[in-house]
Every structure is written in structure tokens, then in C-alpha cells.
């Protein structure tokens, strides 16, 4: 599993979101949107628009700093077939 995390510089949700899933021991990237056009148009197609984006896998994304979310994919709780949005 490749979590990715869509961020943005100076973003206080997006360094809570790495300090919770460092804290978790969840391997993840970072895409940084405003250096990536391509990775900004996903994240919108996805149907955000702040800040951190964070994907699991096609169906298990949200947006923004989600301690509950980042729980239960810590937990194994994600899977291909879910659909998981804040």
C-alpha cells in the first residue's frame, strides 16, 4: 500500500497529518501541489480543494487532518472497495 499525502507548503494540517501517521508508523509520500500541476489537477478531479489530500488507494481518500481516518488505515481498515471522504 503507497499512501500518498497531497500537500502544500506552510500547511498546519498537512504537518499534523505527517506527525499522525509518522506516529502510526504508516509509510507515505509527499506530492507537493503547488510544484505539480499534474498532482494539483488529481487532487481536484478528486473533488478537493485545500489541503492535505491524502490517498490511500483509488476509493479511500479525504481531505484535510483526519486523525480518525489515519487510525483506522493504521489499523488495516482500508480496502480497494471503500469509499472513505470527509
Given at each position: 500500500m503507497v499512501i500518498t499525502v497531497y500537500s502544500k507548503p506552510d500547511?498546519?494540517?498537512?504537518?499534523?497529518?505527517?506527525?499522525?501517521?509518522?506516529?502510526?508508523?504508516?509509510?507515505?509520500?509527499?506530492v507537493d501541489?503547488?510544484?505539480n500541476a499534474n498532482a494539483l489537477e488529481y487532487v481536484k478531479e478528486l473533488g478537493y480543494l485545500t489541503a492535505p489530500v491524502i490517498v490511500v488507494s483509488e476509493h479511500d481518500?479525504?481531505?484535510?487532518?483526519?486523525?480518525?481516518?489515519?487510525?483506522r488505515v493504521a489499523a488495516g481498515g482500508a480496502t480497494?472497495?471503500?469509499t472513505v471522504e470527509a
Open positions: 500547511c498546519v494540517q498537512c504537518r499534523m497529518t505527517y506527525k499522525a501517521m509518522d506516529a502510526k508508523g504508516l509509510a507515505y509520500q509527499v501541489v503547488t510544484e481518500h479525504w481531505g484535510g487532518f483526519r486523525p480518525d481516518n489515519i487510525d480497494e472497495d471503500e
